[in-house]
Each structure stands twice: as C-alpha cells, then as structure tokens.
C-alpha cells in the first residue's frame, strides 16, 4: 500500500514535558514501555497520568515482553492505549487470545531481523496483527538495541501488512530508512535521547524535518 508520509513513533517516553515536546515537534504516536528489566520502563499509574494530560490524534502504544495477556489487558485499559507493541515471543495464538480482549486497541509484534530471518516467521500473524515492527537482531537482547540491521533483507521477507522499521534510527540515517525501505512508520527511541527515557527533543526536530523532506523526495520522484 502507498502512502505519501511515513508516519513517526518515539518510543519509551517517561515524562510528561518529553510527551508533549515530542507532539509539538511532529511525532504521531509515543511509546511507553511496560517492561521492568528496561532502563525506559514507565508505570501504569504514571503513563495514565501522561496521557490524560495530551491532546487527541495522537496515538499511545504500550511496549510489552510475554507478559500474561490479562496484565496487557488491564494496562490496555486503564491507560487508555490505542496500540500494543509485543516485542517477546508472543505466537499467533497469544496475538489472536489478547486481539479478542482488547479491542478496538490494535497490536503490533515486533520481529528482531537478522540472516536467519524468514517469510515464514510472519506469515501465522497476518490475521490477528496490524503490522510488524522490524528490530535488530541482537543475541540475548528483545529490543532497545540501537543498532542497524541490513535492510535489504527486508524484501526478501514479502511482508503483507504495514512495516515499522526501528533499531538504530537518527537524525543521521532516518532519510535513508525512508528512502530505501519506505516503511509505514519509523520507531525512534535511543537515536534521539540525551540519556535512557531523557530525550533530545532538538534532534527529534531534526529527524521529523529530514523525514518529511525525504518523503516529498520519494513522491515527488
């Protein structure tokens, strides 16, 4: 499916001066991640009491690693999400378990990509997910990497829902995500931080405008 602009998600937001910054610079979706071992990890109470204080049309995921889907359940609503984000090794039986409880919210799984990587792997999840968010794969690690993956492996994958592409993106490299894999969205988080849930809103500013310019480029052409 085309699309004309490549919509943006920062992801593991703690604050509320960082949540609405990020609106104002162009963002459309903030991402609060519910995972204790994260340097990132925001709780319920506090991320109800971030989002209660944001505008509409802004989309509010929740980043989630195998927990029990009645606790994403739960979170879903007492936080009012409009998205999870499973980044664990949720199968497609747990995708379809959470997708017959949480509605209207939607899901996302998240894929670490490497060589090994297959068609396969995503084909159990079209029914039940939205799209499929693209990290890096790292040994031992199940996000947050920060760190690029080969991108060309992506065709070979003959995804069929919307691409999220993360891991490693910045100001320095959004442009190039953009135009070389045209992906419904990008998912930033570490490439815009001055510390671990701390952003850097100025570079933020600066990965929104190459974003947008590299679209206009890709249409435009």
């Known amino acids: 499916m085309m699309h004309s602009r490549t919509r943006i998600k920062v992801c593991g937001i703690t604050s509320a001066e960082d949540a609405a910054d990020a609106i104002q610079a162009g963002v459309d979706a903030l991402g609060f991640i519910f995972v204790e071992s994260s340097p990132r990890y925001i709780s319920p109470e506090k991320a109800k009491e971030i989002i209660a204080q944001l505008p509409p049309f802004i989309h509010y995921v929740g980043v989630f690693v195998d927990n ?3 606790e994403v359940e739960e979170i879903i609503d007492y936080c009012g999400l409009s ?3 499973l980044h664990g090794k949720e199968d497609a039986a747990y995708c ?3 997708a017959q409880v949480a509605t209207p919210c939607k899901i996302i799984k ?3 990509v490497g060589n090994k990587s297959l068609a396969a792997d995503f084909k159990p999840y079209e029914e039940v997910v ?6 890096t794969y790292v040994d031992g690690q199940e996000g947050g990497t920060g760190k690029p993956f080969d991108w060309s492996i992506i065709e070979s994958l003959n995804l069929q829902l919307p691409i999220i592409l993360a891991g490693g ?3 320095d490299n959004a442009a190039e995500a953009v135009r070389g894999v045209r992906p419904f969205a990008i998912d930033v988080n570490s490439g815009v931080e001055i510390e671990p849930g701390k952003k ?3 570079q933020l500013r600066i990965l929104v405008q190459r974003v947008a310019a590299a679209d206009k480029e890709v249409v435009g052409g």
């Open 68 to 70: 029990d889907p009645i």
């Open 83 to 85: 998205f999870v984000q």
């Open 96 to 98: 379809q378990k959470l």
């Open 110 to 112: 998240a894929f670490r």
């Open 130 to 135: 939205k799209g499929f968010l693209l990290d």
């Open 169 to 171: 993106l910045t100001p």
């Open 200 to 202: 850097n809103i100025e």
